[in-house]
């Protein structure tokens, strides 16, 4: 046998064996205090030496003949001690259930003779099996009581009395129309099933008197999460992926923490996707869908399996929550960057939503001077206690604390409302100073399942200007740049002057392109970018252009001390005469810019480097800077109808630039869809500051799934604060996953049939794969 042998399958199997028996079997002889812990260890010590005697050996097959009996009485006890005793149920144990049940389909139903029943080893596909009639019955050999198997042709004979309930009876509800079938008659039809469909046949085995035996625990949700994990390893087996090589993956996998191997992971692990996802016609997630990894991997036969209804849900929900995704646009920076990496529990409730949210309830008597004059920590203390404690935080912005703080382990302090518990959590990361920082931004990220998220930086702020030069400061790859250029755009002449005489760079045309082109080397941004107004506004026509010098560039109002700092492209003043607060859904950013067609800062600085360095721009529209100055950064709004036609005139004027583009208002969103399939140059993406809402997510995300198909990006965090990125993206996988379900059930309604590999691939686009799709594209003449 395999285990007698010094074969890497031998070494394989008894690792395998060892830790179930080290982690749950002994887990659970001695829980209940009856059995010594070394007597235990003495059995299986002897029969340890009785499998891997090189010649007494235990034969595979002799060990499985009444399997589905064996279950019961060798592996359910262990199941019911380890639940109730509040113990953990481990991959290992729901890697052994699947091979029973595996053990136990028949090739097909048709295989049974006087209740004996047929099966295929793993390494017959089903065209061999179409082909393989005839075979050579010599090599056949008898192991127990009639029943054969053969190594050569690859089939093996099993008996099984156990009985569940059909399909039909299980949607009955009287006990009287119940009508039994044998499990492997039940166990056939799966084989072309994903998980989902396959936990209600193993639900009633685990509980049949003649197989688990393990009704008592039906409501448990140990139990639960026991019968989705097997559901899924069960699913791939009889999809063709072998148990040797499912074995081989969960001992080699390394999981998000680092470590490596799952045999003693807790078996939730194995879940496809969220425990709650919706029926047709039910409930949709209520949830968050946070990000965890899948053991569906893509070579995996599964992918390849048609997904019916009634697995969709379930289907889309497990590709949603396990695609890494590309988050094109947030105000984070990185740990390196020091006190501009925000981050921590004063920081989620200081942020601007929140405030806003805040004032609202303030009594009449706090004015927004005394508010921003208090410190950062008594801010918190006074909008925890307004918004958790005296009502509760139902608001999207307070529910994204309570994820938050849920997802990094502090669900015991939540349900204490201690604020200061929370804060010594976080202090356990900054008393280790950079490092602690360090660590917790890669939680985070692996946590949220972000690949990388691309940064605002503003190379023309002196806070900010110290971290690139006059060297370049390492950071994470999982950070990536991203070039602001608002003065550019806006056409400001003593901005750009400013900027280039304290630089040392010609004041002129191309000295301003130097400038650019210095700037792309050291930031190496992903595209340049801007936010605009809701005046955002981009002249027809093309006049008083000069091509000489830049005293051709019209001139808008500076604060020109403001701007003696080198690279201070700050304080800009919105060429209209507004007064509007610097930001752009935060506290840190230049002020919105204004398109000046006329200006040779757009056509001859930054579209020249741009078709130059082959980089696209990207614009944020609809901003309604500063509705509520004494407000600050929480005082913005949004404006009805933003001009989205600037859209179309940049994309037709400059053919050769690629363009980015989100809107803030609802009322833009068609528009934005319309343009988009017009102009190849135009990628539309997320659903920015108050559209990034679970009602907004769904309608907006809807409307373009219909319009553009996967051709666009469905999300992106905007997040200031780090922590943000695990409630912005668990929130809006939820939401995405629910829109995703119902277009795919139109669709196969409509005739088409799908592949959970086609899903995947369908997901991935939405979550960065088509913004990297476009990103490699050029437009450039060749």
């Known amino acids: 046998t395999a285990f007698s042998s010094s074969s890497s399958i031998s070494s394989l199997l008894l690792q395998y064996l060892d830790s179930f028996f080290e982690q749950q079997i002994l887990q659970a002889a001695t829980t209940t205090g009856r059995i010594e812990k070394d007597s235990v260890q003495d059995v299986y010590a002897d029969w340890r030496r009785r499998l891997t005697h090189s010649t007494f050996g235990l034969s ?422 991203a070039l602001r250029v608002d003065p550019l755009l806006a056409g400001d002449r003593n901005t750009v002057e400013t900027a280039l005489r304290g630089s040392g760079y010609d004041v002129t045309l191309e000295g301003a392109r130097q400038y650019l082109r210095d700037w792309c080397e050291t930031m190496k941004p992903e595209y340049m970018m801007a936010s605009t107004p809701h005046n955002f506004v981009l002249n027809e026509d093309r006049v008083g252009e000069s091509v000489g010098g830049i005293s051709g560039v019209k001139k808008t109002g500076v604060n020109e001390d403001a701007m003696k700092q080198p690279f201070a492209f700050v304080g800009v003043t919105n060429p209209s005469g507004s007064d509007c607060a610097a930001d752009c859904g935060g506290d840190t950013d230049v002020a919105a810019s204004v398109i000046d067609e006329n200006s040779n800062f757009l056509s001859e600085v930054l579209m020249k480097v741009c078709e130059e360095r082959d980089l696209p721009v990207a614009l944020k529209i609809g901003a309604h800077r500063g509705i509520n100055p004494k407000l600050l950064q929480a005082g913005d709004g949004v404006v009805a109808f933003a001009d989205a036609g600037v859209l179309a005139r940049l994309c037709t004027r400059f053919p050769n630039v690629r363009f980015l583009a989100t809107f803030l208002s609802k009322n833009n969103q068609h528009e934005a869809c319309v343009l988009a399939s017009k102009f190849r140059n135009l990628h539309i993406y997320g659903c920015w500051w108050f559209c990034n809402n679970p009602s907004m997510i769904e309608e907006i995300t809807t409307m373009r799934v219909e319009m553009l198909g996967t051709a666009f990006t469905a999300q992106h965090s905007d997040a200031r604060v780090l922590d943000q990125l695990l409630y912005k993206w668990s929130h809006s996988r939820a939401v995405i996953a629910d829109v995703l379900t119902g277009e795919y059930e139109k669709l196969v309604e409509a005739g088409w049939s799908i592949t959970r590999e086609e899903i995947r691939r369908d997901v991935r686009r939405l979550f960065g794969g088509s913004y990297e799709e476009f990103m490699s594209k050029s437009f450039l003449p060749t």
Request: a neutral charge.
């Open 60 to 481: 595979t097959f002799f060990i499985t003949q009444n399997g589905a009996a064996k279950g019961g009485i060798r592996i359910g006890p262990s199941i019911r001690d380890l639940i109730l005793g509040k113990k953990s149920l481990n991959v290992t144990t729901s890697f052994a259930m699947a091979c029973i049940l595996r053990f136990l389909t028949p090739s097909d139903t048709s295989s049974s003779i006087d209740g004996v029943y047929r099966g295929r080893l793993d390494t017959v596909r089903k065209e061999e099996e179409e082909n393989d009639k005839e075979e050579d019955k010599s090599s056949a050999v008898m192991y127990a009581d009639g029943l054969q198997y053969d190594l050569e042709n690859k089939w093996y004979e099993f008996r099984c009395s156990c009985l569940i309930p059909s399909a039909v009876s299980s949607a009955m509800n009287t006990q009287k129309d119940i009508v039994k079938v044998p499990l492997p008659d039940a166990l056939a039809s799966l084989s072309s099933k994903q998980a989902q469909s396959c936990q209600n046949v193993i639900r009633h085995y685990l509980v049949a008197t003649d197989g688990g035996n393990l009704s008592d625990l039906v409501n448990k949700e140990a139990f639960e999460d026991f019968v989705m994990a097997t559901s899924v390893l069960y699913a791939r087996m009889v999809a063709g992926d072998g148990a040797l090589e499912i074995l081989r993956e969960l001992i080699s996998t390394s999981i998000c923490d680092g470590k490596k191997g799952l045999l003693d992971v807790p078996c939730a692990f194995l879940i496809d996707g969220s425990k709650q996802v919706r029926r047709r016609g039910g409930h949709r997630h209520i949830a968050p869908l946070r990000y965890k990894q899948s053991f569906v991997p893509n070579s995996s036969h599964l992918l390849k399996t048609n997904v019916n209804l009634d697995d969709l849900a379930s289907v889309v929900s497990g590709e949603v929550s396990s695609t890494e995704v590309i988050d094109l646009h947030t105000h984070l920076l990185p740990p390196s960057h020091g006190s501009l990496c925000l981050w921590g529990i004063d920081e989620l409730l200081t942020y601007h939503y929140l405030v806003a949210e805040y004032f609202m309830t303030a009594p009449a008597s706090v004015a927004p001077e005394q508010f921003y004059a208090l410190s950062k920590q008594k801010q918190a203390d006074i909008i925890w206690k307004a918004l958790f404690l005296d009502r509760s935080p139902v608001s999207e912005a307070c529910r994204g604390v309570i994820t938050t703080l849920k997802t990094l382990g502090l669900q015991r302090h939540i349900d204490a409302r201690d604020l200061d518990a929370i804060r010594l959590y976080y202090e356990t990361f900054r008393s280790d100073g950079l490092d602690g920082v360090e660590r917790f931004s890669e939680m985070v990220y692996r946590s949220a399942g972000v690949r990388y998220a691309v940064m605002t930086n503003i190379p023309f702020d002196a806070n900010e200007v110290q971290h690139w030069r006059p060297k370049r400061k390492e950071y994470p790859e999982q950070y990536k740049s």
